[in-house]
């Protein structure tokens, strides 16, 4: 059994589709990676596109940019593949006996070079990361419900216009979609699940829920005194952290998470001294300025040895996102030990069991965010992966999905 993952960007650090392959491989199954960029050198489960293709992909970010304008921030982003590069004569792909299509586009491929793929009459398993493959171009939709019956007049867009791209985007997926037979649809939790369910696009295709792999044999508990001590940070600290690329993040409930650290400021009190570890970006003074704690930077993890560390100099790991597909950096510092506080949305509820191994907090309610924080802290709440997320027990269900295939194939 050959499988190839195909994905834009491969990174060293917490990569899903990077994850499944070597859990697979791990599994005895011959997969290999084929992506248009990473930081990962080239190997032989590994292949990187060439020059011709990244630059088509440059040009390919900038028409995008061109073609949909300016957009309705706090409704998420929009994508519009335009240019790509057709892999479907890649001796590799020809070789394979199943791809896996993970976050594919920026560049990489558009929607005709997918269907160059699907001519080969292999099985394709779409793994959706996000809601871009069941709508028609966001990668999340919020409240909006148009992706069930079909998407127009979209609200990220400041123009209204019942023929705009995501109609004609829309369109072409469900052409595309209706045309080929061998599209298998995985959804990483049981919210998207029940999304791609829904969607207009998807409702009669096969779909799986699947989770995402993280190593629990890798991401694990180690002394945490030990790892402050490598950070530098006083062992009777209480050390809060979360992850922060972008405050301006429409995903990423930063408002949310500000109000409930004033809170816990104003509200908590404790013996020992709290400090908040901010990971993904170096030091940002807004963000600094508006913690009523000591902070501390560490910037942009670059390898999971680093990550592990983070979790688990940890008292506490906060995910305060407004949109989230699975949460796989939760699921990670749940393997350390660490408790999680995060709302109750999206992938979010498969992963924190509330109050055993964190706290959902109910949705943009950052009174209830500090209330999470605080019951974890004074409860002493330990993090813990849920049974159903050991990576035997996923690796399975994908062999179990290799041997429907068969079944519909025979």
């Not at 992909?57 to 998420?76: A, D």
């Not at 680093?306 to 906060?318: E, W």
């Not at 992963?351 to 209330?371: F, P, Q, T």
Request: proline share 3%; aromatic share 12%.
């Amino acid at each position: 059994m050959k499988v190839v993952h195909l994905q834009t960007n491969i990174s060293s650090s917490g990569s899903a589709p990077l994850r499944l392959h070597e859990a697979l491989y791990n599994a005895e199954i011959d997969s290999t990676i084929l992506s248009l960029n990473s930081d990962i050198e080239q190997n032989e489960q590994l292949e990187h596109l060439g020059k011709k293709a990244k630059l088509l992909s440059l040009i390919n970010g900038k028409l995008e940019r061109f073609i949909i304008g300016k957009t309705v921030k706090k409704f998420g982003y929009f994508s519009y593949p335009l240019l790509g590069t057709d892999i479907s004569n890649i001796k590799q792909i020809k070789n394979a006996d199943i791809l896996y299509l993970h976050w594919a586009i920026g560049g990489f491929l558009n929607i005709k070079d997918i269907e160059q793929l699907c001519r080969l009459n292999k099985p394709i398993i779409i793994f959706m990361h996000d809601m871009w493959t069941i709508t028609g171009g966001c990668h999340h939709s919020f409240d909006c419900e148009k992706y069930k019956t079909g998407c127009n007049n979209c609200q990220i867009f400041m123009r209204n216009k019942e023929n705009d791209l995501s109609a004609k985007e829309f369109n072409k997926k469900l052409k595309l979609y209706s045309k080929f037979n061998n599209l298998y649809f995985v959804a990483p939790s049981k919210w998207l699940f029940n999304c791609a369910k829904k969607s207009l696009l998807t409702k009669n295709k096969p779909i799986f829920y699947i989770p995402n792999v993280v190593n629990s044999k890798f991401f694990k508990p180690f002394d945490k005194n030990v790892a402050k001590q490598i950070l530098n940070i006083d062992s009777d600290e209480i050390v809060i952290a979360f992850g922060a690329v972008s405050i301006d993040s429409p995903y990423k409930g930063w408002i949310f998470l500000q109000k409930a650290l004033e809170i816990l400021h104003k509200d908590f009190s404790i013996d020992k001294k709290i400090s908040v570890l901010i990971f993904g970006s170096g030091y940002n003074k807004q963000i600094a300025d508006s913690i009523p704690f000591k902070t501390k930077f560490v910037g942009r993890l670059r390898d999971d040895y680093s990550t592990v560390l983070i979790y688990n100099a940890a008292d506490i790991f906060i995910a305060p996102s407004l949109a989230e597909t699975f949460g796989l950096v939760i699921l990670e510092a749940l393997c350390c030990g660490t408790p999680v506080v995060g709302f109750n949305v999206g992938g979010i509820p498969d992963l924190i069991l509330h109050k055993k191994n964190g706290y959902l907090s109910r949705y943009k309610d950052g009174e209830d965010l500090a209330r999470g924080i605080i019951f974890c802290l004074t409860n002493n709440i330990h993090g813990y992966m849920p049974p159903n997320f050991y990576t035997d027990l996923i690796i399975k269900k994908h062999l179990e999905l290799y041997e429907y295939i068969k079944s519909v194939k025979s």
